[in-house]
């Protein structure tokens, strides 16, 4: 059975967040001026996760669709023109997230409703190979990221056995295979690779209402080395944010007992809670960050909002309005931008974010 949250963000009606937008709007925080939706891009359907590609020239944007109309399709926007590609890459039902091998060669994407991975040529625009995660014992796979080499793949999953953490053999990327799983109770979000010290960071929840944790992993064993709760606090643990030091990370809480959810800041280095964030929603869901650090991003899932946070002083520097639902975010290589992804439009929002 898919998890309840996974159900509670596919089937929100527009009413119900209509009306907790105005009961939450006079928490939220005024924008700068500094931080603007430069456009807003039509990609024909709910779209959900947003990668950049390697080379900086694109967005590549997985449209879900909705949970009574999921869509097969994945969106591939020019960052210099703000304008799709005409055509769609298909892949299998309910795309959730991508990740690129570090050449850029391939793009990998989940398929939570099929319980599959789609690898992708990025030359061709084609799907080489669908990757089945049934062996595995696991289901509705959500997050996805390379190791540092490229040689294994991390999915991250909703459903199935307690080892909720799929591993895929990318030695040859030509023949992605099921390669094992590793143990992580409960709901797993989106993973991240620490860029120093090569381990894996995966936030979950042995409940849908928590509490957060954050597993650090040894990637090449599968080993959890450590395991930071967060106490005190409600909500899953959904998306996470890395800065390029591997020092902190940020993640989001998305809180259905009725707290004040928020941004988690943990010190990576003594596997401390520095902070919580109130972003001003319970319903905090996609994290993303500037290439230099110094600006995190966090979706306000049910306020249509962007929160742009101060990373040197963990304070929020502009609250950004978007689109129905946004869900994930990603920023360009050069740092100029923000992508958002709006799940309940069929839009992603292009902020521009100010340069020093």
């Known amino acids: 059975m898919k998890a309840m949250w996974r159900t509670y963000l596919r089937q929100l009606s527009l009413k119900s967040v209509a009306v907790l937008a105005i009961a939450l709007s006079a928490a939220a925080t005024s924008f700068a001026q500094s931080f603007t939706v430069v456009k807003t891009i039509n990609v024909d359907i709910q779209p959900f996760g947003v990668t950049a590609s390697p080379d900086g020239q694109t967005m590549w944007v997985a449209n879900s669709g909705s949970v009574f109309a999921n869509s097969n399709k994945v969106t591939i926007i020019d960052i210099a023109s703000l304008s799709e590609e005409a055509n769609k890459v298909t892949v299998g039902n309910f795309p959730e997230d991508i990740a690129f091998t570090s050449d850029g060669s391939h793009a990998l994407v989940t398929n939570s409703t099929d319980d599959t991975v789609s690898v992708i040529d990025s030359n061709t625009k084609t799907v080489t190979q669908t990757v089945g995660l049934a062996s595995l014992g696991v289901s509705f796979p959500f997050g996805i990221t390379f190791s540092k080499n490229d040689n294994k793949v991390f999915v991250t999953t909703q459903g199935g056995t307690t080892n909720s953490i799929a591993v895929l053999d990318a030695r040859d990327i030509s023949n992605v295979q099921p390669a094992g799983t590793i143990a992580a109770s409960g709901f797993t979000g989106r993973p991240a690779i620490r860029p120093i010290g090569n381990e894996l960071l995966v936030p979950t929840s042995p409940l849908e209402t928590g509490p957060p944790e954050l597993l650090v992993i040894n990637p090449s064993s599968g080993q959890v080395m450590h395991e930071l709760v967060l106490t005190g606090n409600t909500g899953f643990p959904n998306d996470i944010a890395v800065t390029p030091d591997g020092g902190f990370a940020y993640i989001s809480l998305f809180d259905f007992s009725g707290g004040t959810g928020g941004v988690w800041v943990v010190d990576l280095q003594h596997l401390t809670t520095?902070?919580?964030?109130?972003?001003?929603?319970?319903?905090?869901?996609?994290?993303?960050?500037?290439?230099?650090?110094?600006?995190?991003f966090a979706t306000n899932f049910l306020l249509n909002q962007v929160v742009a946070i101060d990373s040197s002083t963990n304070t929020i520097a502009a609250t950004i309005p978007v689109g129905r639902q946004p869900n994930e975010v990603a920023v360009t290589l050069d740092g100029s931008e923000a992508f958002v992804t709006n799940q309940n439009d069929t839009t992603v929002s292009v902020i521009s974010i100010p340069q020093d």
Not at 277 to 291: A, K, L, Q
Request: no cysteine; hydrophobic share 40%; charged share 10%.
């Open 274 to 296: 520095v902070t919580v964030i109130n972003t001003g929603d319970p319903g905090v869901f996609g994290m993303g960050i500037t290439p230099n650090g110094k600006f995190v």
